[in-house]
């Protein structure tokens, strides 16, 4: 089997797509946020390459062309941005100070808990980029001198958590603007979130797709100052 | 045709952005570059919705699938991670609720604010 994956042009992408596909019908078919399938692809895909001894590299070769498209398909976020363009025209205010406001939480929140946690300097500048796009973080990571394969881990992982409980959460802060929400989903979980935020609405999609870009910028300058805090 | 055209667009502004990436020295990835270029395209109407609209919402809706392999990365950086897990786990959880808590809680106080004043 660990021969013909080797071989296989087409293997690593049947996997993941079958994972995928598993993934949406169990959440359909059951109804709960916990069964997200991109959290099931990744899992069941790990269990596959575990079952079968092929190694990451290996699974990486073939599937790279599903991130291939990763470029082309944030480029695309600025269709649904433009279609919301007047919406964004009239609460400029809200955009920029809301994710103003959600990056300076990340970064402080990051500071006191790596302090209170015991973190050292290398670990904490390794998350501080943990809330913006992994093309983003990991440019930043290497800059602070961080881990960068944890920090897009650590990104990963936060995509994963607001695209399962970024609804919840919403909730729980009485966030009913769509808007909000759309800031609220990409501010802190940047394009995993999005992909959510696209399902829930074309404002909250919208939203959530400019917040990556802006979000990822104000982190950028930010970041290298909260480095030198701890 | 119609997907060809539509796709062919998308890419060469994913080309531009990387061109972009390579010249100027910021740590900005190049689908960012590439998304304000689309985006300023749109708005100046250099690009038509319809030109892009088809392939562009087709790209987006298979988005999540584009993250399954740096998902199943974690199967290396486990190692790496392992030592630090339960910080850094303490860490993610929080800062997703609390940088989702504040993003919404300000931009909605603002939204609501402006939305009164307008009414009033």
Redesign the interface.
């Known amino acids: 089997m660990a021969e013909f994956f080797k071989e296989s042009a087409y293997i690593a992408v049947a996997v993941s797509l079958i994972a995928y596909s598993f993934g949406s019908w169990l959440k359909r078919k059951f109804k709960l946020g916990l069964l997200n399938p991109l959290l099931i692809s990744i899992l069941c895909t790990i269990a596959f390459l575990l079952a079968v001894k092929v190694d990451y590299e290996t699974y990486k070769g073939g599937a790279q062309v599903l991130t291939w498209f990763l470029t082309p398909a944030t480029v695309s976020l600025a269709i649904p941005l433009y279609e919301e363009w007047e919406l964004l025209k009239a609460n400029v205010k809200a955009v920029v100070f809301g994710i103003l406001s959600g990056v300076i939480t990340s970064l402080v929140t990051i500071l006191v808990l790596s302090v209170l946690l015991g973190l050292n300097h290398k670990q904490y500048v390794t998350l501080l980029p943990k809330s913006i796009t992994v093309a983003m973080g990991m440019g930043l990571s290497e800059e602070l001198g961080g881990y960068v394969i944890i920090t897009v881990s650590v990104i990963a992982i936060t995509g994963v958590l607001g695209n399962v409980f970024g609804e919840a959460i919403c909730k729980l802060f009485r966030i009913k603007e769509p808007i909000a929400k759309g800031l609220a989903f990409g501010t802190a979980t940047h394009a995993i979130g999005t992909a959510r935020a696209m399902e829930i609405g074309e404002v909250e999609g919208a939203m959530s797709g400019l917040s990556i870009a802006v979000a990822g910028v104000f982190t950028v300058i930010l970041a290298p100052i909260f480095a030198t805090f701890f | 045709m119609k997907f060809l055209k539509q ?1 062919l667009i ?2 060469l ?2 080309l531009i ?2 061109a972009l990436k390579a010249v100027l020295p ?7 570059y ?6 300023i395209c ?2 100046t109407k250099v690009i038509k ?1 319809d030109q ?2 088809d ?3 087709f ?19 486990w190692g ?2 392992q030592p ?1 897990l ?3 786990a ?19 106080w ?3 604010r ?1 939305k009164e004043r307008l009414n009033g």
């Not at chain 2, 790209?59 to 950086?77: D, H, K, Q, R, Y």
């Not at chain 2, 929080?94 to 909605?108: E, N, Y």
């Open positions: 796709f998308i890419l502004i994913s952005g990387e910021l740590p900005v990835p190049a689908s960012i590439g998304m304000v270029i689309l985006f749109l708005v919705l892009v609209r392939a562009g919402k790209l987006i809706e298979i988005m999540p699938v584009m993250f399954i392999p740096s998902g199943v990365g974690l199967m290396v950086s790496d991670l630090i339960i910080p850094v303490v860490i993610t959880v929080v800062t997703v609720i609390t940088v989702m808590g504040a993003t919404g809680v300000v931009s909605q603002i939204i609501r402006d």
